[in-house]
């Protein structure tokens, strides 16, 4: 029996050293390097933005229905906030690999909405599961010093005529301002992330 209970144990600490803990405020954020890009087809790295004093990251995939609904605000928060000559920097990347999120199909997705910013394809999951990502659509917002500030959902209802709160832009206004957002973290709203 203890032979048993010590064997279960063991395997709960395998499994938990295979789990990334999501980062937290505060954290330094983890890199990606030489991701693709469904948008420009090139090779897009973390350091490519480290002129701008933010970096948004949404996390997000082509099938999730939340994720779908959200398409229209990731494209008016590009315009609205990280325009050309703007100081902030705005990526989504795909946290899928197979299937309807498979590259193919992230470049037709970016054709059938416009997509302005970069929608990056991470085929291994390795950035994905470095941030410690559970759910579709999910933010992080970074400050020059590239340590996050706010993480959760993009806003406070999934219908967007009844959100009243976009928690995004509120850290990327307080940040650029040079102070901490109001709130920090929410709880991501959508689709379950499974990783390889």
Do not use: W
């Not at 973390?46 to 398409?71: G, Q």
């Amino acid at each position: 029996m203890f032979r048993y209970a010590l064997a279960a144990v063991a395997t709960l600490a395998l499994v938990a050293s295979t789990q990334s803990a999501s980062i937290k405020p505060g954290d330094a954020a983890p890199k990606f390097a030489g991701l693709e890009s469904a948008t420009s087809g090139k090779k897009v790295s973390f350091d490519d933005f480290k002129d701008k004093d933010v970096l948004v990251v949404a996390i997000t995939c082509n099938h999730c229905p939340v994720a779908k609904a959200y398409e229209g605000r990731l494209t008016k928060f590009a315009k609205d906030f990280a325009g050309k000559d703007s100081k902030v920097a705005f990526v989504a990347i795909n946290a899928g690999t197979k299937g309807d999120d498979g590259f193919d199909k992230m470049k037709e997705r970016v054709k059938e909405k416009s997509f302005t910013f970069e929608y990056l394809f991470d085929p291994t999951q390795k950035f994905v599961k470095d941030l410690g990502a559970t759910t579709t659509p999910e933010f992080y917002v970074f400050d020059k010093a590239r340590n996050l500030v706010y993480t959760g959902a993009m806003d406070d209802n999934q219908d967007y005529a009844k959100a009243t709160k976009n928690y995004v832009q509120d850290a990327v206004k307080a940040t650029l301002k040079g102070e901490r957002p109001e709130t920090p973290t929410t709880k991501p709203r959508g689709c379950k992330i499974h990783t390889d």
